[in-house]
Every structure is written in C-alpha cells, then in structure tokens.
C-alpha cells in the first residue's frame, strides 16, 4: 500500500496495514515493491508481524518504526546504522498516559496527539545518537526531553512538526539540507539560546515562539517565508538577519520579541499586521523596497525606536500602526505621493509629533502637509534622496578610509556591529553593497 506523498517521497500512512482498521491481523510479513522513504507510527498495528516483535525499537525497511513497549529511566537511544527515518511519535506508543500541568494521567487508547502535551515516555531517556544516513525525522519526536544537546547528521533532510517542543535543548545546529522548519517545530524550548539553520528557506508558524532564552539564529541568507508567530515571545532575540532572498513574513512574526536590529532584504513586498508588535527594544528598521503596504499595528509599542525609513514603493498604512513609538523622531519616507493611512485613531497617536521629523522628497512636502495623518507631524522637510545618507558608518567625525573598511567588512560578514550595520546602508535600500560604496568614496571626494 505505498504511495507518493506530497514531497514526491514513497510512504506507508500511519494505517496502511493497521488491523484496527483494515482488519489484517494475518499479515506476517512485510513485502515491500519498493524501499520507504516515509512510514507512519501505526502502520502495521496489532498485525502477527507486529505482535512478534519484542519490546524495544522496532525497525522496518530502513525505518525506526516504533519504541514498542515503556522506555527505561535514564535510556541512553542509540540508532542502528542504515536508519533512513524515524516514523511520527517514535516513542509515544503506545499512548498510556500523559502529563497534563504537571501532573500524569492515564489516557484512553487511540488518544490523538497534542503540540501541548508533554508525553510520559520522553523525559525518561537521557541521550540520543542519529546516524549518518539518517533523512527523516517525523513529528512528535522529542517534546519535552529533558536531553540538553543533540548532534544531527549531515544527511538529514527533514524534520517534522513540534519535533522538540518544550525540550530543554540549548543549542541547535542543522545541515544545509534541511529546508523547511514546520508548525512549532523548537516552539516553547526556554533553554535553546543558539539556532544555526544555513539551508533553511521556509520557516513555518509558531517555529521558536516562546523560546525565552534564544539569542542567536543564523540562516546564511536563504530564508525565503516566515510563518506567522514565528518568533513571538522571544524576549532575549536581539537581531535577525534575513539578507538574501525573503519574500514573504506573515502576521506577528516577530510580536513581543526582543529584537534591537531585523534586517530585511530588497523583495519583501508587504510588512504584515502586527509583524513587530510590541517589539518594545527594536532601535531602528529599512523598509526596503518594493514593500507596498504596512499592515495594521506593525510597530505599535515600539517604544524604543528612534528611526525609520519607507520605500518610495510605499502605498498604505495600516490602523495604528505607530502608535506608543515614544521615542520615533526621524521618518525618512521616499515615497513622492504620501501613502494612504487607515483608522480614526492616527498612525502616529501617542507620538511625540511636536519634535518628530518626516524626511520627504523634493517637491512633495505640500502634499504630506495636507495629507491625513502625515500632516499632525510637526517638522515636514523635503531632502533629495540621492544625497541622503551619513557617510560616517564608525561616528568618528569623519568620512574617511576607515568608513571603507568598514562597509568592506558588512559585505564579508566580519568586524562589525548591528548599529554600524544600519548606518552602512547609506542610500537605504534595505542592503549593504557597491552602491553604498561608491557613496562613501564619493562623499570623501567632494567634502560632503
């Protein structure tokens, strides 16, 4: 009964050959056509084959089907070689009881799987080995281990949902080809502080949300969605680097994070709603070009924020979308007709208006001072955005080969710091490159 799944992988379900509901209980033998690549927990449940096979892993054509029977206190797990996968809830079965806050209780059998649920088996093992070979790690593999560290394979390709929720894992490193990290996949880890993910490019909802002590995820540029939730209560996250290819980034991505500095490459085409909610420590953000609307609540109650640049591709503006940014001074908006704004209550409210200044180009300053909401800033002036942009990345007092050096240094990834990082985009595109470059040199040249 095998099949293509919708990754092209051959699979066996989760009930392919159960007899709880295909009734075979004669099946004593399993004859493949073709080797698995995916093979579910259950498949052969309660079949002759199964029952003969004693407690302990269970293995079948390359895969660690199931943990038959209880896990012993303090196991050290330790998977054959030749493993290609590991089937869903490898060590949640059979499902006789979980700890629901705190406390165990017993469950009735068939019982689904919960991302919430800490199971009794998993914090009962002390250490897990994968081998080399090893592509497939199903979902529900180890919520709540108490294991602090783990080492995955090379050939590791993926890595189902809520994986390691709750585990008390402290540093994470994938392979580059690992792509995809699914629904709450390391979400509620308060001990994960490091994430290096270099082959990532999608990032699905809630994946680090409420992982408390992360402070550094590195996804070497390939990053190209961001789930909703994805980094939602993240206090200790303090900056995000998605230079290179994002294209999209859902709602509350980064709300109640404690990010300083997310830099967003040029190709993101909207900022969603509430993306960065309530990010009460963001210092400063380039909304890169071709973004063409900001979603309602984005910056609310950033309240550390002193500084923002939007795209001359700037449409609209969400509801309330700066409201509380106490500390906003400088809006540098490139954008020649005033974008459109949402709702009574005014995308600056509770803003500091009387001392705030809004940048615009040349020749648009009457239409912001007639605009809705634009005009209740109290300083509009109009600069030529061809000569904006200070050239004095390291705030020495001067612009000279040092400044070079520096921005040299951005495009290797070396020697520098997320602030000097934000002034090095001279010309705010939202990148650091040749063309900032030639403004620095051309700033050396002319004095200016």
């Known amino acids: 009964m095998c099949r293509t799944d919708e990754r092209g992988n051959t699979a066996v379900g989760i009930y392919d050959w159960s007899a709880r509901v295909f009734g075979l209980q004669e ?9 698995c690549d ?67 209780s017993p469950v009735n059998e068939g019982t689904g799987s919960q991302p919430d649920v800490i199971y009794k088996q998993i914090p009962r093992i002390r250490s897990v080995k994968l ?9 529900y593999f180890l919520p709540g281990t108490r294991i602090t560290e783990i080492d995955f394979p090379s050939t590791l390709e993926y890595i189902g949902r809520s994986s390691f929720g709750n585990s ?22 308060r001990k994960l502080r490091r994430v290096e993910a270099p082959g990532v490019t999608e990032i699905g909802d809630a994946a680090f949300q409420n992982c408390m002590s992360l402070e550094t995820v590195n996804f070497g540029g390939s990053v190209q969605s961001v789930g909703k939730n994805v980094f939602y209560n993240t206090p200790s996250l303090k900056t995000v680097d998605f230079t290179g290819s994002l294209r999209s980034a859902d709602e509350m991505a980064f709300t109640r994070s404690g990010c300083e500095y997310v830099f967003i490459p040029s190709g993101l085409e909207r900022i969603s709603n509430m993306m960065f909610y309530q990010c009460e420590n963001l210092k400063s953000m380039v909304v890169p070009d071709p973004v063409e609307s900001i979603g309602n609540f984005a910056f609310y109650e950033c309240g550390d924020m002193e500084r923002i640049v939007l795209p001359s591709t700037l449409q609209t503006i969400g509801e309330a979308t700066f409201v509380h940014c106490a500390s ?11 974008p459109t704004t ?36 109290g300083n509009i002036v109009e600069v030529d955005y061809g000569e904006v942009g200070d ?42 490159d040749v063309a900032d470059l030639n403004r620095i040199i051309n700033a050396m040249m002319t004095g200016q």
């Open 27 to 35: 099946l004593v033998r399993h004859q493949a056509s073709c080797r």
């Open 38 to 104: 995916l093979c579910g927990d259950q498949a052969f449940e309660r079949t002759a084959w199964y029952n003969a096979q004693p407690d302990g892993p269970v293995y079948l054509d390359g895969w660690a089907l199931v943990y038959k029977g209880e896990v012993p206190e303090d196991a050290d797990i330790t998977f054959e070689a030749g493993t290609i996968g590991i089937s869903d809830e490898y060590f949640l079965h059979p499902i006789d009881g979980v700890f629901l806050n705190g406390s165990y």
């Open 131 to 139: 081998p080399e070979g090893l592509k497939y790690i199903d979902s």
């Open 168 to 189: 008390e894992i402290t540093r994470l490193t994938l392979p580059k080809s690992v792509k995809t990290l699914p629904l709450r996949v390391f979400a509620e880890m």
């Open 328 to 338: 906003l001074k400088e809006i540098y908006c490139k954008a020649k007709t005033p």
């Open 342 to 377: 949402e709702g009574d209550v005014g995308i600056f409210a509770y803003c500091d208006k009387k001392n705030m200044v809004l940048y615009v180009p040349v020749g648009s300053g009457e239409a912001y001072r007639n605009a809705m909401h634009w005009k209740s800033i």
């Open 391 to 432: 050239c004095d990345i390291d705030a020495d007092g001067q612009v000279d080969t040092q400044d070079i050096n520096l921005l040299i240094n951005m495009q290797l990834g070396v020697n520098y710091t997320p602030e000097q990082r934000l002034l090095g985009d001279v010309n705010t595109d939202g990148s650091v």
